[in-house]
């Protein structure tokens, strides 16, 4: 009897937790909450990785019926972080932007993998390896999305600079993959070419800067560089 179930008043409101998308108590039996509770949460369960579960609430009369259940967006456990990627570094760098990224070995997890976050570094120091506080002096954790390769543009590199390319992958519960960090490569630009040579203000992926100008053997087509 609908009028009699409202004429009777709110009792009680209950949570329950459920693997199932209508709700229910499945996971935790149904808890009544006390008038003055805003938040409440779940402590003492065991849950299993990778299953979606809905916290559900309902009221309860003073005639002992109960509401529609009504459930939330669903949540998982997940403590696992995803693999590493292995990438390798194009040559195609330039004093905008750098070499092609490209995800040689694709990052795996348990769950749900959401993608790549990249970070680009500059050697300030001049010493060839990433230091800790160079990370992400050009470029911080940005979120590339799931890709197989990749390339920053819109960048200005400074000529004879070494810089790093730092990738790590993310899954949907924000675990992290461990870093890999690039070989360092230098920027280049082509100046242009005489006689099927071009002409670079600097080495093209030398370990080193050469502040010198070299002329190499072009392969790469016109406006190459």
């Not at 779940?42 to 309860?60: A, D, E, H, K």
């Not at 197989?148 to 543009?153: I, V």
């Not at 080495?203 to 100008?213: E, F, I, P, R, V």
Request: charged share 10%; hydrophobic share 35%.
């Amino acid at each position: 009897d609908p009028g009699g179930a409202n004429a009777s008043g709110i009792n009680r409101i209950e949570v329950g937790l459920s693997t199932s998308v209508a709700g229910g108590n499945d996971v935790v039996g149904w808890t009544v909450l006390t008038p003055a509770t805003l938040f409440y949460t779940y402590t003492g369960i065991t849950l299993s990785q990778c299953v979606n579960y809905y916290p559900s609430i309902r009221s309860v009369d003073n005639a002992g019926n109960n509401s529609t259940t009504v459930t939330t967006t669903p949540f998982r456990a997940d403590a696992t972080n995803p693999t590493a990627p292995v990438f390798s570094l194009g040559t195609n760098s330039s004093l905008t932007q750098t070499p092609t990224v490209t995800i040689t070995t694709a990052s795996t997890d348990n769950c749900s993998f959401q993608g790549y976050d990249v970070l680009i570094s500059e050697d300030t120091d001049g010493n060839g390896t990433l230091d800790t506080g160079e990370r992400g002096n050009i470029l911080g954790w940005t979120n590339i999305g799931v890709v197989a390769s990749y390339q920053r543009t819109g960048l200005s590199l400074v000529p004879a600079r070494g810089y790093f390319v730092s990738l790590r992958a993310k899954d949907a519960a924000g675990n992290l993959s461990s870093v890999v960090d690039s070989a360092r490569w230098i920027g280049q630009y082509c100046e242009g070419t005489i006689g099927g040579f071009a002409y670079y203000s600097f080495a093209k992926g030398a370990a080193t800067a050469n502040l010198g100008s070299v002329f190499e053997k072009t392969t790469q087509g016109p406006g190459w560089g």
